[in-house]
């Protein structure tokens, strides 16, 4: 059960900041946090990490789905 609460505010933390990504950063496009050496730029990625399988929506939610429910089933018979 605790496994499942962690995953939970995880989720729920990442969902948020890209809320925040969206609400804040899309409508200007970058916020230089150093001038000149570091900015947090928006950008769309289509895609898994570094873009990998871009434009496989599909194929990545199917995989996303099958592993959340394949961790699922392990916490909850584990417990």
């Known amino acids: 059960m605790f496994y499942i609460f962690i995953i939970t505010i995880l989720t729920g933390i990442d969902q948020w900041t890209k809320y925040l990504i969206e609400t804040q950063l899309k409508p200007i496009g970058a916020i ?7 900015h947090l730029t928006y950008a769309r990625n289509t895609g898994a990490a ?23 089933y392990y916490f909850t018979s584990v417990a």
């Open 32 to 38: 230089p946090i150093v001038n000149d050496i570091f």
């Open 50 to 72: 570094f873009s990998i399988l871009r434009d496989k929506q599909a194929f990545l939610i199917l995989v996303t789905t099958i592993v959340v429910g394949a961790l699922i």
